[in-house]
């Protein structure tokens, strides 16, 4: 009985063999079989858009960041917005305005006091335009480098504009308006009266 599986399986081993031997070489499977990754979806491709989508969000933030002494007067306006009254005489912030005393401050005045922006003494004069809202104003005592600009940043609205000297102001006021309004009143109180 041994020798017959023996002989039996000699026979299919014999076979298989000979199955195999006919069959065709292996070669590389057809192209159309293959998985093709495409360029966009390789993982340099992809780092890069990430990369590029971050400079992308974050470079036009960075170019309408406003300068430092504008950023810090914007934070010294949020923590004073409620804040009101007349805690110095208006004529030192006439004086560094370039207005006549008789002309008087513009708008209706709600906070007008010295101040203390980036270690530079300021006037801080917050005041109300009908046709625009409240703005709030810095003038500085000491000759201040500040480019003019304009923007929005911090949730509100800024500008730098010139006083009749030729020294930086800064305008902050959460309507843009309110802004347009007050240079508007500045530059009627400098105009020279005839």
Known sequence: MASSINKDEDDFDLRVRMALLDQTPPCEPPKALQRVIPWHARLPARLG????MLLALLLPLELMRPEALVR???????????????????????????????AGLPGYSQLVRPC??????????????????????????????????????GNVHWQVIRSRHGQPLILVAQKRQALEAAQLAFKQSQAPHS
């Open 49 to 52: 858009g990430v990369a590029f």
């Open 72 to 102: 810090d007067a914007i934070e010294h306006e949020y923590f004073e917005r409620t804040l009101r009254g007349q805690f110095m005489s208006p004529r030192p912030l006439l004086d560094q305005l370039g207005l006549a005393p008789a």
């Open 116 to 153: 203390e922006i980036s270690g530079r003494a300021a006037y801080h004069l917050t005041t109300f335009f009908e046709k625009g809202g409240l703005v709030t104003l810095f003038a500085f005592k000491e000759p201040t480098t500040l480019a003019d600009g304009s923007g929005w940043w």
